[in-house]
């Protein structure tokens, strides 16, 4: 009789995990075919619009004085980008946890209610950003996806902080399928995060922050 | 031998029945919610009518629910990925979110669109008009970009 349940059981349970299984194949797909439909697909006007985007949001500039204390968060920022420029996907994905953690502790100070919101804002993005990075060991592609909108997180989050280290503000053209992608250095040779071992000095400074 | 067939069949019957009891999740509301996407932006008819036929069904507080749906253990099955997906990206509630978040996720549509990555394969094998043609990639793409760069 146990054999028997035990069968039935588990063959209810097999059946479930083989239906739970089809949800999210397609992660791994379509990396070496995707530069290929690129081209062949979509027409875009790159020249134009190239990081409009970044400049887009005027945030309330710091004013000389330190509203809070990012070394933490931009430490493992910085070794999650070392990590992507090795193409090294799992230190990745560790990095980024330490960095969901920094920013989840992050307290701003002496801000106004506004730049308060928008601090607030960042740190929900700049969060949700990381921990896709940090569950996606095995998936370079979709980590530097996000390193897009985390790099303008950081950026963004510096400027109404504020830094005493001085930071460059580096752009590559060709990363984010061509449209363009910034990402923020300590050191003022590039080390791009977005195109590895393919293309590591890929890019330029595209502003020194003080 | 064909006592223990017989008892297995019908245990494996029990259990079948025994789980469509289970209490289920409905994700449906009525009407359109005042944060749908459709109200934040000037939405052109032709964008509405992709995102509704390919991904509404599981990025909106309204799923479509397939005839196999009121079956378990299918049904538990999609309302865990239905809370997934819509944690990830929710059009009903685009209009709650920060210009931030909104303009992320705008970021991530397109990513996924020139990809091709959305929607995923397994769904499309049972839901054939859900595929992005290339005029649909085109239309979403366009739209996207354009209020993602204003």
């Not at chain 1, 985390?150 to 460059?168: E, M």
């Not at chain 2, 799923?63 to 749906?69: I, L, R």
């Not at chain 2, 094998?125 to 204003?150: V, Y």
Request: net charge negative; glycine share 4%.
């Amino acid at each position: 009789m146990n054999i028997k349940r035990i069968s039935v059981f588990s063959l209810a349970v097999s059946g479930s995990l083989f239906l739970a299984s089809c949800g999210n194949s397609s992660n791994t797909e379509n990396h070496n075919d995707m530069s290929h439909e690129h081209h062949e697909g979509m027409e875009h006007d790159h020249g134009s619009h190239q990081d409009s985007e970044s400049n887009e949001r005027s945030v309330s500039s710091n004013s000389g004085e330190l509203k809070g204390d990012l070394t933490s968060i931009m430490s493992s920022y910085f070794s999650l980008n070392e990590s992507l420029v090795k193409d090294n996907a799992s230190s990745a994905a560790k990095s980024s946890e330490n960095l969901v953690e920094a920013l989840k502790v992050f307290k701003a100070e002496g801000l106004t209610e506004e730049a308060q919101n928008e601090v607030s804002e960042i740190q929900e993005s700049a969060i949700e950003n990381a921990e896709h990075i940090a569950a996606n060991s095995d998936n370079i592609e979709h980590q530097r996806e996000h390193l897009v909108s985390l790099s303008i997180d950081i950026k963004d989050l510096i400027a109404i902080i504020g830094t005493t280290q001085k930071l460059y503000e580096d752009y590559c053209p060709m990363a984010n399928n061509n449209e363009g992608a910034i990402w923020i250095s300590q050191t003022k040779e590039i080390n791009n995060p977005y195109m590895g071992s393919n293309m590591p000095t890929c890019g330029k400074v595209k502003r020194v922050i003080e | 031998m064909k006592k223990i067939l017989k008892r297995t069949l019908v245990g494996l019957l029990v259990v079948l029945v025994g789980i469509q009891f289970i209490p289920t999740d409905t994700n449906q509301q009525d009407g359109i919610p005042e944060t749908d996407i459709r109200y934040v932006y000037g939405v052109p008819e032709k964008v509405l009518k992709v995102l509704e036929t390919s991904c509404y069904d599981c990025h909106s507080n309204n799923t479509n629910y397939p005839w196999y749906s009121k079956v378990q253990p299918v049904r538990l099955l999609m309302d865990k990925h239905i809370r997934e997906r819509k944690k990830e990206l929710n059009f009903s509630e685009f209009g709650s979110y920060s210009e931030r978040r909104k303009r992320n996720k705008m970021r991530a549509i397109t990513e996924q669109i020139e990809k091709s990555k959305m929607p995923l394969p397994s769904y499309l094998l049972m839901h054939e008009e859900a595929k992005l043609s290339k005029t649909d990639k085109e239309i979403l793409d366009n739209f996207f970009n354009d209020i993602r760069k204003e």
